[in-house]
Structure formats: C-alpha cells, structure tokens
C-alpha cells in the first residue's frame, strides 16, 4: 500500500495516520501511535495527558480519507469534514497508546463521503462516530 503522506495532504503535526491495513470499498483499517511527544500533551491536562476527543475524530475522518484515497475512486480529490454526529468517548488514549481504527463506508459519491468509525486501544472501543466529508477539487 502507499506511503500516508502520499495518500493524504495532511503534514505533521496534523498527520494522525500511520498506517492503513485494509483499504476496501466497504472497510477501512488503519493505525495511529500516540507519541508522548504529540504537540496537544503539553496543554491539554498537562499532568495527566490525554489524547483529546476532537483528535480521535480527526484520526479517524483521516484514516478514512486516506483508505478512499488508496481505493482510487476518487481520482485526486480532497475531503473536507463537514458534519459529525453520533461521537461517544468510551475510553481515554493515553501517551504511548495505539489505536486502531475501523472505518465503514456508508455512501461514496462525487461529491459527499459518509463513513462510520471505531476506535480502539487493544480491543477496547475508545470511541466512535460518523461523519459526512465534502469532495472538493485536490489539482
């Protein structure tokens, strides 16, 4: 599979994926480890850090993002988040944490992507949500 950076145009330190496993038309699979170096530790709970949620969403929105883009459907479109809904935090990530995702496809159209995710530290859901991305123009 691709390098990410070849298939998102996201750049450190707004890259929150790895790694992809599985980019197929109905599931997305792939993997982010939480550095301790990560630049939100320093500010958010400084003492006892904690992977913020609207991060987690955005891990998962760009894994997504990254395994359409690897599945080539979309030619060189960007994705622009443009709603979430139904996010629940189950769980804290922590420094040093992977997390693994699980994306599935919902709609795949020209011009909207509607996915669903998982997000897992071990084999214990530390969040989900659904989201709705824009297709714009990515020449």
């Not at 997504?64 to 139904?86: Q, R």
Request: proline share 4%; net charge neutral.
């Amino acid at each position: 599979m691709k390098d990410i950076k070849e298939l998102l145009p996201h750049r450190e330190p707004f890259l929150f994926v790895d790694r992809l496993e599985k980019a197929e038309q109905d599931e997305i699979i792939g993997y982010k480890l939480f550095s301790e170096t990560e630049f939100f530790f320093k500010g958010h709970f400084p003492q006892y850090p904690v992977v913020p949620g609207v991060i987690l969403i955005e891990t998962m929105a760009q894994c997504g993002g990254a395994g359409i883009s690897a599945s080539g459907a979309l030619g060189n479109a960007l994705f622009f988040l443009a709603t979430v809904e139904k996010a629940k935090f189950r769980q804290q990530v922590r420094p040093g944490d992977e997390v693994k995702m699980v994306i599935t496809n919902l709609k795949v159209s020209k011009r909207i992507i509607r996915q669903s995710g998982k997000a897992y530290v071990g084999d214990k859901l530390a969040a989900e949500a659904e989201w709705l991305a824009l297709v714009g123009e990515g020449s």
